[in-house]
């Protein structure tokens, strides 16, 4: 298999393939606004905004953990970090809906009520007490990524290249791609790919010091801060639909740093303002499938990518090597224009 973008699509996808028997060869060629690398790597099985579970929460959350999990022990590193999430509520309106969505089987599970005693808080605005996720998560996705990188390049299985279009070539038996030969190749381009049904999404963020805050988990109020250990934190992420390519703006520091003041008082050190393209899908859904017999696509991770990717590699890896049946939801056939 040949998999073109190393980013947390085609990272993923290519351990899964690996895992599974198979030669992959990669090629990648990092550019601005990647969304892996800009990711801060939460994996919340709940949309706070509506109090509900996420796409298909409980399955993907399993499938994850296990992936990450055992990622971990075969690179012999760290960057899955379970802690909980803790939602700060705004007003006594959102602390009565978290109580009462409480009550529902499907999200009971995923959902306590404070109060939460845990290191940190204590310095935080208050509000109307806190919601709690227990089985929240942060993917250092950048030491996945470096750790991967440096394993598959040791081994000449990652060169690092641009493909342009016309280096991908399809024959009857498979395609070849910078003299390279496969019987699939597989484009995790994310916000770069040439997709009609992708709609891609800017987000920037911050990561900050605050000397002395010690929080233990991730913290929502307005904007997500999520620890990072030493003093460092991920401030993030924002929204953007317009101008998608326009890397950090003033106005999304400005935005962040005033949701930042109502959470915190104190000293805070800017370390790094980052911005990226959320690869999101038209239906917000993940897009894969084949293209052609020897040419397929892992896209449209949108803004759950690390929650996401592990299921739909191991989803698309069963379609394409056990010629099993892709979920219509994620089909990219479901773009296609019917007459
Ligand atoms: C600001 C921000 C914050 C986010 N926060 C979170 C979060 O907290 N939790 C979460 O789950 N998700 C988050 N996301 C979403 C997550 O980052 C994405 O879902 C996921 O990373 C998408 O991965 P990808 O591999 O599809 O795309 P990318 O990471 O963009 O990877 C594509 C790779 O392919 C390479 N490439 C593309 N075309 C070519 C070519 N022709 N030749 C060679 N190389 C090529 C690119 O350079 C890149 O390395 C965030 C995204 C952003 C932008």
Known sequence: MIIIGQGLAGAVLSETLAQRGLRVMMFDQPQDGRASWMAAGLVNPVVLRRLVLSWRAPEMLAVAAAFYRDLELRYDTTFWHPMPLVKIHPNGKEAGEWRNRMKDPEI???????????????????????????RAARL???????????????????????????????????????????????????????????????????????????????????????PLGEDRYRLGATYAWQDVWSGPTEAGRVQLMERLDSLVDGEVEVLEHWAGVRPASRDRRPIMGRLDRHEAVFNGLGSR???????????????????????????????????
Not at 211 to 220: A, D, R, Y
């Open 108 to 134: 009971a599970p995923f959902i306590q009520e404070g109060p939460v005693d845990m290191p940190g808080l204590d310095r935080l605005e208050k509000g109307f007490g806190h919601g709690v996720v227990p």
């Open 140 to 226: 250092d996705v950048r030491a996945l990524l470096t750790a991967h990188r440096s394993r598959w390049i040791a081994s000449g299985d990652l060169e690092e290249a641009v493909v342009g279009k016309e280096a991908v070539h399809l024959g009857s038996d498979g395609g070849e791609v910078l003299g390279r030969t496969a019987p699939m190749i597989i484009h995790c381009e994310g916000p770069f790919a040439d997709l009609e049904s992708l709609s891609p999404v800017r987000g920037e963020g911050l990561t900050v010091r605050i000397p002395g805050l010690g929080l233990k988990c991730i913290v929502h109020r307005s904007v997500f801060l999520l």
């Open 305 to 339: 990518g690390v929650l996401l990717a592990p299921w739909c590699a191991q989803h698309l890896a069963a379609h394409l090597l056990d010629g099993s049946d892709l979920d219509a939801e994620v089909d990219l056939a479901r773009f296609a224009v019917r007459p």
